[in-house]
């Protein structure tokens, strides 16, 4: 039996309120260069404890140049944690490619919701293909997914591993990246650009399409979660987002969590 009306509720007038990013800096890790043959211009490793860390580059007569930069940086209320880099390849055989030599840790020091945003593509068979350039994976934090691309992570630490490369088809099997090019039925690719972002921003339960604000879409979505219940029934969005205390149901204490947020509106 359900104690609460769920349609009781109204929309209230949006305040002023200005999004804080989460407290989150890069701590360790190093990114360096490779490539075949032998690299004949090479960058040092860099570090990350500066929350910054820097990629190699290969060159001369093989043609190719790799890099990879990993940073951390605040906007639109969100911590930030952002990889670019690109990498060419132009001599018929051979690769070039700046990956992480050690992982990168990203310690997290309070709860966030994390949303990724990756824009990165790389061309095989001269046809531009979308790929995954990077691995996140817990260390002591824990990574609480609510789809492949939303979720929320708790105080620790994380491990981010990247790669990007570029060769000639058919001709190396670049294994020090092919964690992130085995993705591909071919052995090679050209022009890689990655653009990849981590968005940390602080919890806001109740929002659940992630626009920063509690309002009728997200409860639209809450009462249907409220209407199955249980986290493990069918139906229920991946993850469960809407038990809000992750005691494995969607009930009356994970509406008045909601309540609390819808007359919020904007998330803190
Ligand atoms: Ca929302
Ligand atoms: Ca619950």
Known sequence: MKLVSLVALCLLPASSGVAAPVAATLTSGSVTGAGFPEPLVQQPKVSTTTKRSGGGSTGGGFGGTASAFLDVGNSGGATNVALTGTATHTNEFGYTAAYTD??????????????ITNLSTTKVNNVSTA????TLE???????????????????T??????????????????????WYNQFNTTGCKDTSVNWTLALRKPCHGDLNFDTLVDDADFQ???RAYD?????????????PADFNN????????????VVSY?????P
Request: with cysteine.
């Open 228 to 240: 199955i219940l249980g986290c493990a029934q069918p139906g229920m969005p991946q993850g469960c």
């Open 131 to 134: 790929f995954n350039p990077v």
């Open 158 to 179: 994380y491990r981010l591993r990247f790669g990007v490369a570029a060769a000639q088809p058919f001709t190396f099997s670049f294994s020090l990246v092919s964690t």
């Open 102 to 115: 050690a992982a990168v840790v990203l310690t997290v020091t309070e709860a966030a919701t994390y949303a």
């Open 138 to 156: 817990s260390a002591t934090g824990f990574i609480n997914a609510f789809s492949a691309t939303r979720g929320e992570l708790s105080p620790g």
């Open 247 to 258: 005691d494995g149901v969607v009930d009356d204490f994970d509406f008045q969590m909601f």
């Open 263 to 267: 007359n919020e509106l904007v998330c």
């Open 221 to 223: 979505s809450f009462a």
